[in-house]
C-alpha cells in the first residue's frame, strides 16, 4: 500500500481523513509544518501524497511547500492543499509554488479519493517518463563517447587521413569543372547557370555513426565502398532549367562516372523536399597513380535551397512547438517555391525572347 501523509491542525480534520483513506492508503498523521518535514525526511521515498493543511501553528503550508521544493521534494510528490478558503489570490500563489490540487472543506469522500488517485497517477506517469528519458539520454551519451573514441581512432591514422585528402581532392575537381562550365556559360549567353557552390568533407563522427548504422566495422575499406556521400558538393542554382542543362553537361564528360541520379524535382520528397542529386566518381591524380572517389552532387534553385535550410533546422531542433503544424506549412511553402520558381524562369524566357 502507497503511504499518504495528512498534514493538520486540527485533529478531527485528521482523523476524517485518515477514515476516507486507510482502505486504500497507509496514512500518516503530522499536527503542523515541522512534524510534516520531519515525517518526509522519514518516509520521502514511500510517500505517493501530501494533503496539506495552509493555516498552521510553527510552519504553515506555504513553508512546508517551499521546504519541499528547497529538498527537491517537490517534483517527486504531488502535493493536494486541504483548505476551507476560497480566494483565487491564494489558490493562484499555491499553484505558482508547485502545488498539484485543491480538495476544499468540507470534505467528500468521493472528490478526495478521486483526486489524490488522479494526482499519484500522474505524478508516476511523469516519474516513469522522466526516468525513461534520463536513461535513453545516458544511453545517447554512452553512444556519443563510443562514438568520439571510434572517430578519434580514425583520425590517428594514416590511411584514414590519407582517404579524406583524397575525397577533399575529388571535391576541388568537381567545383573546378563546374567553375569551367559556368565560365563557359558566361562567355557565350552572358549569364551564369549557378550561383554559388557550397562543399562539405563528412566528419569522422558522421561517418563512424553512419558505418555503425548500416552494421559496419569502421574500416577504410568500408568508407570507400559502402559510403557514397563522404564527399559533398551543393549547387544552387537560379531557374530549374539551368539545373538540367548543367547536370546534361557535367556528367557528359568523358572522366566522369555517373553511378546514380534521384531527380527530388520532378518527384518531390513527401515534406516537399525537391533537389537534382547525383552520386559521380571522379579521377584525382595523384603523384604515383590517378584513382576515382565518389561524390554525391545536389543542385538547387536558390529557393528550394532557402526552404532546405528551414526544413533541416526543424528535423534537427528539439522541442519545437506545434511542430506538425510547421511541417504543414513548409509542405505549402515547397508546393509554392515550385510555382515561382517556373514562373521566375517563364519570365526570365520573355525577357531573353525580346532581346532577339
Same mark, same amino acid.
Given at each position: 500500500?502507497?503511504?499518504?501523509?495528512?498534514?493538520?491542525?486540527?485533529? #478531527?480534520?485528521?482523523?476524517?481523513?485518515?477514515?476516507?483513506?486507510? #482502505?486504500?492508503? &497507509?496514512? *500518516?498523521?503530522?499536527?503542523?509544518? /515541522? +512534524?510534516?518535514? $520531519?515525517?518526509?525526511?522519514?518516509?520521502?521515498?514511500?510517500?505517493?501524497?501530501?494533503?496539506?493543511?495552509?493555516?498552521?501553528?510553527?510552519?504553515?503550508? =506555504?513553508?512546508?511547500?517551499?521546504?519541499?521544493?528547497?529538498?527537491?521534494?517537490?517534483?517527486?510528490?504531488?502535493?493536494?492543499?486541504?483548505?476551507?478558503?476560497?480566494?483565487?489570490?491564494?489558490?493562484?500563489?499555491?499553484?505558482?509554488?508547485? #502545488?498539484?490540487? =485543491?480538495?476544499?472543506?468540507?470534505?467528500?469522500?468521493?472528490?478526495?479519493?478521486?483526486?489524490?488517485?488522479?494526482? #499519484?497517477?500522474?505524478?508516476?506517469?511523469?516519474?516513469?517518463?522522466?526516468?525513461?528519458?534520463?536513461?535513453?539520454?545516458?544511453?545517447?551519451?554512452?553512444?556519443?563517447?563510443?562514438?568520439?573514441?571510434? !572517430? /578519434?581512432?580514425?583520425?590517428?591514422?594514416?590511411?584514414?587521413?590519407?582517404?579524406?585528402?583524397?575525397?577533399? !581532392?575529388?571535391?576541388? /575537381?568537381? *567545383?573546378?569543372?563546374?567553375?569551367?562550365?559556368?565560365?563557359?556559360?558566361?562567355?557565350?549567353?552572358?549569364?551564369?547557370?549557378? +550561383?554559388?557552390?557550397?562543399?562539405?568533407?563528412?566528419?569522422?563522427?558522421?561517418?563512424? /555513426?553512419?558505418?555503425?548504422?548500416?552494421?559496419?566495422?569502421?574500416?577504410?575499406?568500408?568508407?570507400? +565502398?559502402?559510403?557514397?556521400?563522404?564527399?559533398?558538393?551543393?549547387? &544552387?542554382? !537560379?531557374?530549374?532549367?539551368?539545373?538540367?542543362?548543367?547536370? *546534361?553537361?557535367?556528367?557528359?564528360?568523358?572522366?566522369?562516372?555517373?553511378?546514380?541520379?534521384?531527380?527530388?524535382?520532378? !518527384?518531390?520528397?513527401?515534406?516537399?523536399?525537391?533537389? %537534382?542529386?547525383?552520386?559521380?566518381?571522379?579521377?584525382? =591524380? %595523384?603523384?604515383?597513380?590517378?584513382?576515382?572517389?565518389?561524390?554525391?552532387?545536389? =543542385?538547387?534553385?536558390?529557393?528550394?535551397?532557402?526552404? @532546405? $535550410?528551414?526544413?533541416?533546422?526543424?528535423?534537427?531542433?528539439?522541442?519545437?512547438?506545434?511542430?506538425?503544424?510547421?511541417?504543414?506549412?513548409?509542405?505549402?511553402?515547397?508546393?509554392?517555391? +515550385?510555382? %515561382?520558381?517556373?514562373?521566375?524562369?517563364?519570365?526570365?524566357?520573355?525577357?531573353?525572347? @525580346?532581346?532577339?
Amino acid at each position: 500500500m502507497q503511504r499518504i501523509l495528512v498534514v493538520d491542525d486540527a485533529p #478531527v480534520n485528521r482523523e476524517l481523513l485518515k477514515d476516507m483513506l486507510e #482502505v486504500d492508503y &497507509i496514512v *500518516e498523521l503530522a499536527e503542523n509544518g /515541522e +512534524e510534516a518535514v $520531519s515525517k518526509l525526511q522519514v518516509y520521502q521515498y514511500e510517500i505517493a501524497a501530501i494533503l496539506l493543511d495552509l493555516q498552521m501553528p510553527k510552519m504553515d503550508g =506555504f513553508a512546508v511547500v517551499e521546504e519541499m521544493e528547497r529538498c527537491g521534494w517537490l517534483s517527486n510528490i504531488p502535493v493536494l492543499v486541504i483548505s476551507g478558503e476560497q480566494a483565487t489570490e491564494t489558490e493562484n500563489r499555491c499553484f505558482e509554488m508547485g #502545488v498539484s490540487d =485543491f480538495i476544499h472543506k468540507p470534505f467528500d469522500m468521493t472528490i478526495v479519493r478521486n483526486r489524490i488517485k488522479n494526482a #499519484v497517477e500522474l505524478f508516476n506517469y511523469k516519474n516513469k517518463l522522466e526516468q525513461q528519458v534520463e536513461r535513453q539520454t545516458q544511453r545517447l551519451h554512452r553512444q556519443y563517447r563510443i562514438i568520439q573514441m571510434q !572517430s /578519434e581512432k580514425l583520425k590517428e591514422g594514416r590511411p584514414f587521413n590519407d582517404l579524406m585528402m583524397q575525397y577533399q !581532392s575529388a571535391i576541388m /575537381e568537381v *567545383e573546378t569543372k563546374l567553375r569551367i562550365l559556368n565560365a563557359e556559360f558566361s562567355m557565350q549567353y552572358n549569364r551564369n547557370p549557378f +550561383e554559388s557552390i557550397k562543399s562539405r568533407l563528412k566528419s569522422p563522427e558522421s561517418i563512424y /555513426e553512419k558505418l555503425t548504422r548500416k552494421g559496419l566495422p569502421a574500416t577504410v575499406e568500408n568508407i570507400k +565502398e559502402k559510403l557514397a556521400d563522404v564527399a559533398g558538393v551543393r549547387v &544552387i542554382c !537560379s531557374f530549374p532549367d539551368d539545373i538540367y542543362r548543367l547536370v *546534361e553537361l557535367f556528367i557528359r564528360q568523358d572522366d566522369i562516372i555517373l553511378l546514380k541520379k534521384k531527380d527530388y524535382i520532378k !518527384s518531390p520528397k513527401s515534406n516537399g523536399y525537391r533537389s %537534382l542529386h547525383i552520386i559521380i566518381e571522379i579521377p584525382i =591524380f %595523384l603523384s604515383s597513380e590517378k584513382i576515382y572517389r565518389k561524390v554525391e552532387v545536389q =543542385f538547387r534553385t536558390i529557393a528550394m535551397d532557402f526552404w @532546405a $535550410s528551414l526544413e533541416h533546422k526543424l528535423k534537427y531542433k528539439k522541442d519545437v512547438q506545434n511542430a506538425e503544424e510547421i511541417v504543414k506549412k513548409l509542405k505549402a511553402c515547397a508546393d509554392s517555391i +515550385e510555382m %515561382l520558381d517556373y514562373q521566375m524562369q517563364e519570365v526570365r524566357n520573355e525577357i531573353d525572347r @525580346a532581346k532577339e
